[in-house]
């Protein structure tokens, strides 16, 4: 079956520009994870949904970062007014339910900022 | 908050050795513990989830344990193939929050 995507796979921005980052989970996973890592460091947490509510957005670094997920289903994640530090992988994770269950990743979205 | 350190940060070995890797977390309050795989320039794949109140799990030539009370996890692999050459994480589930270590980055020389 179709694993998590994340679109695009790639972004290139210029500081102080708007991007969105979309994932499209597992269908019928309830919760939704956006991760960010670094080179060579460990995914950092950002925020969980379960269903169309953010459950747990203590990781969004500031007020810069933002997501979305509507329809209980694709999420994306909005960052304004972009700075360098803000290079990284993105990454989005699925799971049927939170509690204890096995997350499933997307490839991630490359974002580097000039 | 939770931090988890994961030893070695590198490894190399030849080809069909057995090797450990070490996972070690501060807060014992977890809901579980998962052991992650990710290649060059991809996202990450699930090898083994134990639960708080299990031991271990394994999986084919992977076997990995959980010591709640100490804060310690080991992957253990068997017969090592070059094919296994790639970043191993570990993550700790405190309550819907994961918290990753930084990973061991496994080679394994044919």
């Known amino acids: 079956g179709a694993g998590v995507s994340q679109t695009p796979s790639n972004k290139v921005t210029e500081k102080g520009k708007y991007v969105e980052l979309r994932c499209d989970p597992i269908?019928?996973?309830?919760?939704l994870y956006w991760y960010r890592q670094s080179l060579g460091q460990g995914p950092e947490f950002l925020i969980y949904?379960?269903?169309?509510?953010?459950?747990?957005d203590s990781g969004l670094p500031n007020d810069r970062f933002f997501a979305v997920r509507p329809e209980g289903s694709v999420s994306t994640l909005k960052i304004q007014r972009t700075e360098r530090g803000d290079s990284a992988v993105y990454l989005c994770?699925?799971?049927?339910?939170?509690?204890?269950?096995?997350?499933?990743f997307g490839p991630g979205t490359r974002l580097l900022v000039l | 908050k939770q931090e988890v350190t994961q030893i070695p940060a590198a490894l190399s070995v030849p080809e069909g050795e057995n090797l450990v890797l070490n996972c070690s977390f501060t807060?014992?309050?977890?809901?579980?513990l998962q052991w992650f795989r990710q290649d060059p320039g991809k996202g990450l794949t699930s090898l083994l989830l134990?639960?708080?109140?299990?031991r271990e799990q394994t999986s084919g030539r992977l076997n990995a344990s959980l010591d709640k009370s100490s804060g310690r996890s080991t992957l253990y692999i068997a017969a090592s193939q070059p094919g296994d050459s790639a970043t191993y994480l570990c993550?700790?589930?405190?309550?819907?929050?994961?918290?990753f270590g930084s990973g061991t980055k496994l080679n394994v020389k044919p």
């Open positions: 269908s019928g996973h309830t919760a």
């Open positions: 993550a700790v589930d405190n309550f819907n929050k994961f918290y």
């Open positions: 949904f379960q269903g169309t509510g953010a459950a747990d």
């Open positions: 134990i639960q708080s109140s299990q």
């Open positions: 994770a699925s799971s049927f339910t939170p509690e204890a269950e096995t997350q499933y």
């Open positions: 807060d014992s309050a977890i809901y579980n």
